[in-house]
């Protein structure tokens, strides 16, 4: 038995790239988790952390990132990790994990300004 599963919440770090693909819609973006900062019980401080995710979102969840995410959305995903590597045309070799969305849920919109 073996789980591929990825829970995360976080913010959207730039606005969704949008494309088709045999005319289904495929969503990119980034999204943004971050760790607090913290002090250890001996003093110590710890900094804040940011991690940031590449998400790939297909078809209806695609559509709904096209007309309600933005930068700064917060957003609640699952999904799975993929990793897919690829040759540019200087023949150096790329290798990217990303985040597969299967389901997603919208916590809030950013404030507009």
């Given amino acids: ?6 829970i995360l919440l976080g913010n959207v ?6 494309r088709y693909v045999e005319q289904r819609p ?4 980034s999204l943004a988790t971050t760790d ?11 900094p804040e952390r ?10 209806a969840n695609a559509a709904t990132a096209e007309k309600y995410i933005r930068k700064g959305t917060k957003l609640y995903v ?4 993929r990793t897919r590597t690829w040759e540019d045309r200087n ?22 300004r």
């Fill in 1 to 6: 038995m073996s789980v591929n599963k990825v």
């Fill in 13 to 18: 770090g730039k606005d969704p790239a949008i």
């Fill in 26 to 29: 495929v969503a990119e973006f």
């Fill in 36 to 46: 607090r900062a913290y002090t250890t019980s001996a003093g110590v401080q710890i």
């Fill in 50 to 59: 940011t991690e940031w995710h590449r998400l790939v979102l297909w078809d």
């Fill in 78 to 81: 699952e999904g799975k990790l």
């Fill in 91 to 112: 023949t150096i070799k790329h290798t990217v994990t990303e985040v597969y969305v299967d389901t997603m849920e919208i916590l809030s919109r950013p404030s507009e």
